[in-house]
């Protein structure tokens, strides 16, 4: 833009040039003349010495030219021109009149490693108008670059929208040791871009909480799995299909070890038996599945209704029975409820049921790990 700009104001200044030393011969109307001599020539002078790095005399000599009354509109275009290719070209050490010199100083600043200075030409550039969302990336990162984590981060999370400034965010939270910022920064991610590496870094955040139950941890997992946030290997594959049997949903067990075996992680002789556990597991739970109703519906309390409805979701799919089931457990008083609303949530969501999930996961609010659950789940429902 520089060099387009650069060329106007030359071929303005050689018309002007031309048709001044014409006039002698023949009558010019203004209309016919860009540039006035006694304009053209201070500009041409003005052109010379900022090429020549003496940016202050080039800026005498403009406005030498300011001085000129009756001043055309094209005459004024171009005055304001050369003003522009001096602030870009001085690197906005002079002439800042507009967004072309605001731009100049700030990038100017940000290459010399004046990050204070960049940072600072945020008001410049807001006031000729210069502002944009790759200005904002740079003053971030100029933020970054000095060091100043907290304020990287803070101006970020205030700046919003796109996803450079929200890695900026991460990263400068991260440094700053502000786990609320970070974790809040992540939350965002995985709602506007479901990746994984997102998931994944969140989700860690999820299972460093203290006293985390085994349900709870099972639920991680599980959202690590549907996310595609699986650790690398077969270690999460082993963990969540172990934890699935040992909780009463061995269906929901041998689906995930089938899906390590696809995806050709679960390969050795240790998945092997895992996979006959499971596989032995889930048959003997649907053959046992009419007494597990009866025992459940005979209890006082509504555990093994929660607990069945749990295991009907692994059942290929049996969701309308697994609410009916949870909430009729519910209905009778459960030890924990805040697991009881989540695995009345995970159903209402295998059953297409969003709204009414949302308003599940919302009612575990009895403790901070049942929160976080709920919210974990909250956020990939919302996403899918």
Same mark, same amino acid.
């Given at each position: 833009?520089?060099?387009? *700009?650069?060329?106007?104001? $030359?071929?303005?200044?050689? +018309? ?20 006035? %001599? ?20 080039? @800026? ?28 870009? *070209? ?17 990038? %100017? &600043?940000?290459? %010399? ?17 210069? @502002?944009?969302?790759? #200005? ?15 304020? =990287? ?18 990263? =400068? ?10 974790? #809040? ?24 909480? *203290?006293?985390?139950? !085994? ?45 390590? @075996?696809?995806?050709?992680? +679960? ?9 006959? +556990?499971?596989?032995?597991?889930? $048959?003997? !739970? ?18 093994? +209704? ?6 009907? =979701? ?24 805040? &697991? ?13 049921? *969003? ?6 996961? %919302?009612?575990? !609010?009895?403790?901070? #790990? ?15």
């Amino acid at each position: 833009m520089i060099v387009k *700009k650069l060329r106007a104001v $030359a071929m303005a200044l050689v +018309l002007g040039t031309a048709a001044v030393a014409a006039a002698g011969a023949l009558m010019v109307t203004p209309a016919e003349a860009a540039v006035r %001599a006694s304009v053209g020539k201070p500009l041409q002078a003005a052109q010379a010495a900022a090429a020549a790095g003496n940016y202050s005399a080039a @800026m005498a000599r403009v406005h030498e030219a300011e001085g000129v009354g009756g001043l055309t509109a094209e005459e004024q275009k171009i005055i304001n021109q050369m003003k522009d290719y001096i602030a870009a *070209k001085s690197g906005g050490s002079v002439g800042v009149q507009s967004a072309i010199g605001a731009q100049a100083k700030f990038d %100017a &600043d940000y290459r %010399a490693g004046r990050y204070r200075e960049a940072i600072n030409d945020a008001d410049l550039l807001r006031k000729y108008g210069a @502002m944009s969302g790759a #200005n904002m990336v740079i003053i971030a990162q100029a933020y970054y670059r000095a060091g100043d984590y907290v304020g =990287c981060a803070r101006y970020a999370r205030e700046a919003g929208g796109g996803s450079d400034l929200l890695d900026l965010q991460m990263r =400068c939270a991260y440094e700053a040791h502000d786990d609320v910022t970070l974790r #809040n920064a992540l939350e965002t991610a995985v709602a506007t871009t479901g990746k994984p590496e997102y998931w994944q870094r969140l989700l860690k955040f999820a299972e460093a909480s *203290k006293g985390l139950s !085994d349900p709870q941890t099972l639920d991680i997992y599980r959202i690590r799995l549907l996310t595609g946030a699986m650790k690398p290997g077969p270690d999460d594959y082993f963990v969540l299909a172990t934890l699935a049997l040992q909780l009463g949903a061995p269906n929901e067990a041998l689906s995930v070890v089938q899906k390590g @075996m696809a995806a050709h992680l +679960l390969v050795d002789s240790r998945a092997q038996r895992l996979y006959g +556990l499971a596989k032995q597991s889930a $048959a003997a !739970d649907i053959a046992n599945l009419p007494r597990a109703v009866k025992a459940a519906n005979a209890s006082p309390r509504g555990d093994l +209704l929660v607990t069945l409805g749990e295991d009907y =979701c692994g059942m290929g799919g049996r969701y309308p029975d697994a609410i009916a089931a949870i909430l009729a457990g519910i209905k009778k008083g459960v030890a924990d409820p805040d &697991d009881a609303w989540i695995r009345l949530g995970v159903a209402y969501y295998g059953a297409g049921q *969003k709204d009414a999930a949302l308003k599940a996961f %919302a009612k575990a !609010d009895k403790t901070p #790990n049942g929160q976080t659950i709920a919210h974990m789940w909250s956020l990939y429902v919302r996403g899918h």
